[in-house]
Structure formats: C-alpha cells, structure tokens
C-alpha cells in the first residue's frame, strides 16, 4: 500500500494545529494516511522510525539565489540537508531568464559576490531558453533535489529588453512599445506559473564587468509609471512583489510599502527587505512592525522578510557587499580585479582621509555599524593579530586610527586577513520579537551567494531550536506548531504554492529531526568546496545529528547528514507554480 511509513514521530502538519503523535504513509509522492494507530504493511519497502523525534513539512526558503547553482548543482544539496525541501529563485530583480550569459555575469557577480566567470559559464553552458515558460521547463528537466519556485526579476527583463547599457543609464526612458514588452515578459512570466517580480532599489547594489560597471542595478533607474504598470499585473493577477527599498531613501521604503494598499482595487502582496534589528540604528527595529501593522489594517497585504538568527558575516580583506553603501568603499570595491591599483589607492593618504570621514560619520541610514572595534581577525599571516579587533589592533601599534590599522593590513595581506562581525539580529529577545510579528516572513537565507561572507543554510533549525529552548525556560513566545507553521505553511498559503503541509493529499516533503539534537552544533562554522565553482571554499553548516531524514516528493534524498543515491541523479524535486487567481 505504501511506499514509505514513517512510525511513531510527533507530526506537525502546518497549519499551526497541535502536534500529536502520528503514523504516515507516503504513497506515489503524497500522504496518503495519518494515522493515530500504527500502520499495518508489512511489505512497505522503507520503514523509518521517529520516535521521540518531530515529522514536519519541508521548510522554504523565500530569498535564496540559486539561479547559477541550480544549472550546475541542481541537488542543492547544502539546503536540502538542512531540511529545506522549497526554495525560491530570483530574488533581489535577479534572474537569468532573458540576459544572456555577458549580463547575467554582470549583474550577479558583484551583488551576490558570485565570481563572474563562473556566473557567465554557467548561463552560457545550459542556456536553452528564451522565455519564462522555456526556464520553468528546462529546470523540470534538471534532476532537481528541493522543489523550485520563482520569482522574475525585474532587473532581468529591463536589461534584456533595453539592453545593459541603456537599461542602467539616467537619461534614458523606455517608450511605450519598450514598456509594453516589459509588461509582456512579467505577464508571460505569471503565466508560466512564477510566484510574482522581485525589484531593487538599493543604491549600493553594483555591477560588474567592464561596461557598465559601479553602475546599480537596472532596476533602480525604472521611473515611477514604470514600476506602476508592472505592479498593476501583479496585483491583477494575486501574485507578489518582493522589493528592496533604498535604506538611504526613506522615500523609496515608504513608496514601495504603500504599493499594498489597494483602494477600490486588488491589494498587492508585498514582501519587502529586511526588518532586523541593525545595530546601526537600533531604534529602527520598532518601525518594521508597525509600518505592517499600519498597512495592513487599511487593506493592504504587506509583509516583511526577516532572518530570525543573528547576522554574522565573514570578509576576506575588503572584499564585503556593505563597503559599497559609502564611497571610500566602493571606490575599492570598484578595483577589485585590479590588485595593484587596489593596493596602490588604499596605501594613498588622501584616499584614508576619504575613507576614516566615511567610517567616523555615524549618524543616517546604513546597513554596517562602521565599528571596527567591532570586527575580529579570524585567519591572519600575523598570527599576532587573530582574535583581535582591528581597533585594538591600532591601539596597540601606537593608537592608529581603526581604519588606518584595518587598511594596512589589507595592503599586506589583501584577502588572507578573514575577519568576523555581526550586522544585526544580535539581540535575543528583539529576534523573538520580529519572529512572532504577523506581518513578518522568516527567511532572508541568501542561499547560493556570498558564498565566503556568510552561512545561513540551516536558518529554520536555528529558529526551532529558539522556539524549544525559549519553552523550557518558561519564557515561550511562540509554541512549536505555530513555528513550524511559519517556516512552511504560512509561507506556502502567501505564495500560492503545493507546499509546506503534511495532509492527506499534500506532497511529501517531510522532515524528521531529532529535538534533542538542536544544539550548539547548529553554530559550528565549516567550509565546504563547491565543484561548480572550481572548488571554491563555502560557508556552511554542518549538524548532521539534527536532521534524521529529509524526503522530496515522498523519495529520502538525505540521511543522517547522507545525501541518498536519488539526490542528484533523479529529479524529486518539481517546478513549483503559484496558484492562478485572476
């Protein structure tokens, strides 16, 4: 009768219910039978037993950018044994469904700090599709590993109907057959099944290449009636925009929010980056929830994305996405493929004026804290230095300034000084705080970039672990259940999507994890090669006692931190399309 049983686990289905001790059978990729009684089949092939452990549905992961990875890798494997079974592509107004390979390098590469060339093989190696219904079938034919959704960036449809060049230049205005072909892409995109446009208009997201390079992303040049026209097709259509205001421009944050409301129309979902509690502006933190609030109870459908762990990143010299919110920074990221002159500017006195104006300049929004008393050595050829910060550092060379004591390393050992600092979310009782808020999403992984700035792979196991341990002490501020329904379910529902639900009928993405095994391995930093990328060292996670078994389509692609013969060499995972509603 079944293909797989999974006996005596406590079984969370998804919707925030209670937990009850339950009995599954899988069968043809779907739950076939919840049972309180176990099930009698004594000629079920795979038998898995879950006592005291939890049986929940596979978790999504709503910003991830995969799209390079998922041509080379489809596996996914670093998501998938962490018990993520959905991820969503496309984020940011990145995709690679109409650039070529050229464009798509220039647009990921230094926003995502994936390196160029591989972005550009990657696209040109498996590129055979030249419209969002020819994407969503050439990844069906991948041996996926997770299930796959997407978003259509936004970015991608203006560079490919305006060209790189036009598309990020501010005189230029698209006319009206040039809009009109924008609005057809985004709207075939919804046809093929697309869960909606993700745009950008972050200033201090760059490109890279030679041509138009240090230029922000073509998205943030789209005038006001363009951005209207592409979200009435959303909101005629219930699919969702996933935005990125300007933290700069209060202006952009609040345009881009606003864009839920409906008045007399269709609101619009709208799921915009990031609420977290930045350490830079710690009173922000009171904003996020109640501008959802606000917007909500007048008819909107907004939602934050939020990270619910601390935002700790790791940088190999100057080389961090956050240098570029200031212009002594970008100015260095701007040489990155230039060494010498690189060295030859950070070595410049006027250039250090420049930058310690910048760094001593506290007040206004930003992202980084610019503390560097607040960022530690980790890996050094001085060994004299690690487990230092760069302030202490200059205090101990005599009081040099903290930017003067980080630049001269940098000079000296460019990339082989790896150093360590939290952004945000480093305040326990704040991240349970924004993880309860209903107009808060949890995810925000970043999956599949930054590959050696940060690792949040294993996000939804951290956050469980939150949830249990805040239980015990007494201090609960939410039940399991309802975490669990937010990391799957809830997300599922929002987006339209056959996921995150462990019914009858539902798909068999399933979890099984060991409760008692959410401990501080979950916090072990580790590095892995990824082979795509010519072996180049990630960030990861690595709990491999947590999670006891992880199914795709009701096939076990992991086991015991084991990947499965299936995982990679036969597509478990599906394209997943979004729900039509008109």
Same mark, same amino acid.
């Given at each position: 009768?079944?293909?797989?049983?999974?006996?005596?686990?406590?079984? @969370?289905?998804?919707?925030?219910?209670?937990?009850?001790?339950?009995?599954?059978?899988?069968?043809?990729?779907?739950?076939?039978?919840?049972?309180?009684?176990?099930?009698?089949?004594?000629?079920?092939?795979?038998?898995?037993?879950?006592?005291?452990?939890?049986?929940?549905?596979?978790?999504?992961?709503?910003?991830?950018?995969?799209?390079?990875?998922?041509?080379?890798?489809?596996?996914?494997?670093?998501?998938?044994?962490?018990?993520?079974?959905?991820?969503?592509?496309?984020?940011?107004?990145?995709?690679?469904?109409?650039?070529?390979?050229?464009?798509?390098?220039?647009?990921?590469?230094?926003?995502?700090?994936?390196?160029?060339?591989?972005?550009?093989?990657?696209?040109?190696?498996?590129?055979?599709?030249?419209?969002?219904?020819?994407?969503?079938?050439?990844?069906?034919?991948?041996?996926?590993?997770?299930?796959?959704?997407?978003?259509?960036?936004?970015?991608?449809?203006?560079?490919?109907?305006?060209?790189?060049?036009?598309?990020?230049?501010?005189?230029?205005?698209?006319?009206?057959?040039?809009?009109?072909?924008?609005?057809?892409?985004?709207?075939?995109?919804?046809?093929?099944?697309?869960? !909606?446009?993700?745009?950008?208009?972050?200033?201090?997201?760059?490109?890279?290449?030679?041509?138009?390079?240090?230029?922000?992303?073509?998205?943030?040049?789209?005038?006001?009636?363009?951005?209207?026209?592409?979200?009435?097709?959303?909101?005629?259509?219930?699919?969702?925009?996933?935005?990125?205001?300007?933290?700069?421009?209060?202006?952009?944050?609040?345009?881009?929010?606003?864009?839920?409301?409906?008045?007399?129309?269709?609101?619009?979902?709208?799921?915009?980056?990031?609420?977290?509690?930045?350490?830079?502006?710690?009173?922000?933190?009171?904003?996020?929830?109640?501008?959802?609030?606000?917007?909500?109870?007048?008819?909107?459908?907004?939602?934050?994305?939020?990270?619910? $762990?601390?935002?700790?990143?790791?940088?190999?010299?100057?080389?961090?996405?956050?240098?570029?919110?200031? !212009?002594?920074?970008?100015?260095?990221?701007?040489?990155?493929?230039?060494?010498?002159?690189?060295?030859?500017?950070?070595?410049?006195?006027?250039?250090?004026?420049?930058?310690?104006?910048?760094?001593?300049?506290?007040? !206004?929004?930003?992202?980084?804290?610019?503390?560097? @008393?607040?960022?530690?050595?980790?890996?050094?050829?001085?060994?004299?230095?690690?487990?230092?910060?760069?302030?202490?550092?200059?205090?101990?060379?005599?009081?040099?300034?903290?930017?003067?004591?980080?630049?001269?390393?940098?000079?000296?050992?460019?990339?082989?000084?790896?150093?360590?600092?939290?952004?945000?979310?480093?305040?326990?009782?704040?991240?349970?705080?924004?993880?309860?808020?209903?107009?808060?999403?949890?995810?925000?992984?970043?999956?599949?970039?930054?590959?050696?700035?940060?690792?949040?792979?294993?996000?939804?196991?951290?956050?469980?672990?939150?949830?249990?341990?805040?239980?015990?002490?007494?201090?609960?501020?939410?039940?399991?259940?309802?975490?669990?329904?937010?990391?799957?379910?809830?997300?599922?529902?929002?987006?339209?999507?056959?996921?995150?639900?462990?019914?009858?009928?539902?798909?068999?993405?399933?979890?099984?994890?060991?409760?008692?095994?959410?401990?501080?391995?979950?916090?072990?930093?580790?590095?892995?090669?990824?082979?795509?990328?010519?072996?180049?060292?990630?960030? $990861?996670?690595?709990?491999?006692?947590?999670?006891?078994?992880?199914?795709?389509?009701?096939?076990?692609?992991?086991?015991?931190?084991?990947?499965?013969?299936?995982?990679?060499?036969?597509?478990?995972?599906?394209?997943?399309?979004?729900?039509?509603?008109?």
């Amino acid at each position: 009768m079944y293909d797989t049983i999974i006996a005596n686990g406590r079984w @969370f289905d998804g919707t925030g219910a209670p937990s009850a001790i339950r009995h599954l059978g899988i069968r043809d990729g779907r739950i076939a039978n919840v049972s309180a009684h176990p099930i009698d089949d004594p000629d079920c092939p795979n038998v898995v037993d879950a006592t005291g452990k939890w049986v929940i549905p596979g978790i999504i992961d709503i910003h991830t950018h995969y799209d390079v990875e998922v041509l080379q890798n489809p596996a996914l494997p670093e998501s998938v044994r962490h018990g993520v079974t959905t991820v969503l592509l496309g984020s940011c107004s990145l995709s690679t469904v109409h650039v070529g390979a050229s464009d798509a390098g220039d647009l990921f590469a230094r926003v995502e700090a994936i390196p160029r060339k591989h972005v550009v093989k990657a696209v040109d190696e498996h590129k055979t599709w030249n419209s969002a219904h020819e994407y969503a079938a050439a990844l069906e034919r991948l041996p996926l590993g997770p299930n796959v959704a997407a978003f259509i960036g936004h970015s991608d449809i203006r560079a490919a109907e305006l060209g790189l060049q036009r598309a990020t230049s501010k005189d230029v205005r698209p006319d009206a057959a040039e809009l009109a072909a924008m609005e057809a892409k985004l709207a075939e995109a919804l046809d093929a099944g697309f869960v !909606g446009m993700s745009s950008q208009q972050l200033m201090f997201d760059k490109l890279d290449g030679e041509v138009c390079r240090s230029r922000t992303l073509p998205s943030t040049y789209a005038t006001t009636r363009e951005r209207r026209r592409l979200n009435a097709i959303l909101r005629r259509r219930g699919r969702a925009l996933q935005g990125g205001p300007d933290v700069a421009r209060p202006h952009s944050l609040v345009t881009m929010a606003a864009s839920s409301l409906g008045l007399f129309r269709k609101p619009l979902k709208v799921s915009l980056l990031s609420a977290a509690d930045i350490k830079a502006i710690p009173g922000v933190v009171h904003v996020f929830p109640l501008i959802a609030r606000v917007l909500n109870a007048l008819g909107g459908d907004f939602r934050w994305q939020h990270l619910p $762990v601390p935002f700790e990143v790791y940088a190999d010299g100057i080389d961090l996405v956050v240098f570029e919110e200031f !212009g002594s920074g970008a100015e260095a990221l701007h040489l990155a493929d230039q060494v010498d002159k690189r060295r030859e500017l950070l070595r410049d006195e006027q250039y250090r004026r420049r930058f310690r104006k910048d760094y001593d300049k506290k007040y !206004g929004p930003r992202v980084w804290h610019r503390d560097l @008393f607040d960022a530690v050595i980790v890996e050094c050829p001085d060994s004299t230095v690690i487990g230092k910060s760069f302030g202490e550092v200059g205090v101990e060379r005599g009081g040099v300034h903290p930017v003067d004591a980080f630049l001269d390393l940098v000079v000296e050992y460019g990339g082989k000084v790896r150093w360590r600092t939290t952004i945000s979310n480093h305040r326990p009782e704040v991240l349970d705080r924004l993880a309860a808020d209903p107009g808060v999403q949890l995810g925000f992984s970043d999956a599949g970039a930054h590959l050696r700035n940060m690792a949040f792979y294993n996000y939804g196991l951290r956050f469980l672990r939150r949830v249990r341990d805040a239980a015990e002490a007494g201090r609960p501020f939410l039940s399991v259940e309802r975490a669990v329904h937010r990391l799957t379910g809830e997300l599922a529902d929002w987006y339209g999507l056959d996921a995150g639900h462990l019914r009858v009928g539902d798909r068999a993405d399933v979890v099984v994890l060991d409760p008692a095994r959410l401990d501080d391995a979950l916090d072990g930093y580790h590095e892995s090669p990824v082979a795509p990328f010519d072996n180049l060292s990630r960030m $990861v996670n690595r709990n491999d006692q947590t999670v006891s078994a992880v199914f795709v389509g009701g096939v076990p692609v992991f086991r015991e931190g084991t990947p499965d013969r299936a995982l990679g060499t036969r597509r478990t995972g599906q394209f997943l399309r979004a729900a039509t509603t008109r």
